[in-house]
Each structure stands twice: as C-alpha cells, then as structure tokens.
C-alpha cells in the first residue's frame, strides 16, 4: 500500500491549496479515506472523510472552507482548501481505512 501526499506549501492567509493524495497496491475506491493534520505540539486531528459509499464529512473548524473529494478513477484523495488561516498551518496526512498513512505534506499559513 502506498499514499503519497503532496500539493502542500507557504501561502498566505486567505489563499487557497489543493493537496492530492495518490493511492496504490490497493483497491482504492473500496476503503473509506480521510483527510488528518497535526500542528506542532498538538495531537492529530481529523479533518475531513470521503466514505466508499460517497458519503462526506467535515471538522466544524473547516466547514465551509476546506472540500475533500475522491477519484476512483485516478485512485487519488483531494482536499482543496480556501480562504486558509494561520491556525490551518500544519502537516496534512492521507489515512486509508485499511490501516495506511501516507508520509504528510506541510501546509503553512503565514503573511
């Protein structure tokens, strides 16, 4: 099983990202798939699920600015990310419900 993040990088309060998460050796579109990050010093959070039933849910901290989405096609996860604020700065992490985490790609929101 691999997951393989990328897409983070430095943006500026009130930018946007897309961070992508490239799913192989397994059968993608059969697992749930969530979206986690862990800011310095703090646990890691959930932020984000896409269920294999297309079902979709979000932390309250995010709603409304971050949107996780899945193809099953491309066997790749997305979370696009708008309006991002400083408290969104951390490593963002791919999780399959088959027990796999991908390696994380750092997101930093800073002016």
């Known amino acids: 099983v691999q997951l393989v993040e990328s897409g983070g990088g430095l943006v500026q309060p009130g930018g946007s990202l897309r961070l992508s998460c490239a799913a192989s050796?397994?059968?993608?579109s059969s697992w749930d798939m969530r979206w986690y990050r862990q800011a310095p010093g703090k646990e890691r959070e959930?932020?984000?699920?896409?269920?294999?039933?297309?079902?979709?849910y979000y932390a309250d901290s995010v709603k409304g600015r971050l949107t996780i989405s899945r193809d099953n096609v491309k066997n790749t996860l997305y979370l696009q990310m708008n309006n991002l604020k400083s408290e969104d700065t951390a490593v963002y992490y791919c999780?399959?419900?088959?027990?796999?985490w991908g390696q994380g790609t750092q997101v930093t929101v800073s002016s």
């Open positions: 999780w399959a419900s088959l027990g796999y």
């Open positions: 050796e397994f059968t993608f």
């Open positions: 959930l932020v984000a699920g896409a269920t294999r039933g297309g079902s979709i």
